[in-house]
């Protein structure tokens, strides 16, 4: 008789059970490999935009325009602003060359950094900009009381967000003929412009493997004095 060949049922369900071990074992490693793909991308992301709000804030606060206004008084002229640069230890107003929509060839824009409430007890660092088209754009900030409409979307940016607490400090002028140490500042509201503006922040919890957003120190070059009249002479 000829031989018959064939496979019985209990090699079918062998073969079967070894497939599907290596199916399951194959779906287990591409998600464990997606997984990580996507825990990569949102560090990556993260560092992205640490950097890029360390370079706004280095950007805008360099680029600073001496800028001078005229508040409007009851009676009488308007009283002059020597200096737009204000601030105080969660809030700070310039004026810069540099847009976070534009760029360095953007139109000038009225800065305001703003510390705001966050989620679950934190604060965030929030920048919202407004055209600067000459003194006469300078008129809505006189007032004395901080504004208290929340910034739509399209003026506001989020630099930094779930932060323990976050301050600015300013930096007095140095004196070019002593040569001494001057100190930072937790207001300011001097005609003349500071020497620097440091932002100190503290994350929360700091991210693993990731950037946390820490203190900034920006120097200010610009040391044009508002009460002096530059004159050409030659």
């Keep these: 008789m000829r031989a018959q060949r064939g496979v019985t049922l209990l090699e079918m369900l062998i073969a079967i059970t070894l497939v599907a ?22 560090k990556l992301e993260s560092n992205r935009h640490f950097v890029r709000a360390q370079q706004i804030l280095s950007s805008q606060i360099s680029a600073v325009i001496p800028a001078s206004g005229v508040c409007p008084a009851t009676e009488g002229p308007g009283i002059p602003v020597p200096s737009f640069l204000s601030g ?22 009225i800065v305001e950094y703003r510390v705001l409430a966050g989620d679950r007890g934190s604060v965030r660092l929030v920048a919202v900009e407004r055209p600067y088209t000459g003194p006469q754009s300078m008129i809505s900030f006189c007032t004395l009381a901080p504004a208290s409409a929340t910034p739509t979307a399209e ?27 001057t100190p930072w500042l937790p207001l300011w509201d001097r ?36 009460a002096v009249v530059y004159d050409d002479g030659y």
């Design 155 to 181: 003026s506001s940016y989020v630099l930094a967000d779930h932060l323990a607490y976050c301050r600015f400090s300013y930096h007095e002028p140095y004196d070019q003929n002593r040569f001494l140490e």
């Design 21 to 42: 071990g290596l199916s399951t074992g194959m779906l287990m490693a591409m998600r464990t490999s997606l997984l990580t793909y996507e825990k990569t991308a949102k």
């Design 191 to 226: 005609p003349v412009l500071p020497a620097g503006v440091r932002f100190e922040m503290q994350p929360v919890a700091p991210e693993r493997g990731g950037l946390s957003a820490l203190g900034l120190t920006i120097p200010i070059q610009v040391n044009r004095d508002p």
């Design 88 to 109: 105080s230890i969660d809030r700070l107003r310039l004026v810069s060359s540099y847009s976070i929509a534009e760029g360095a060839r953007g139109y000038p824009q």
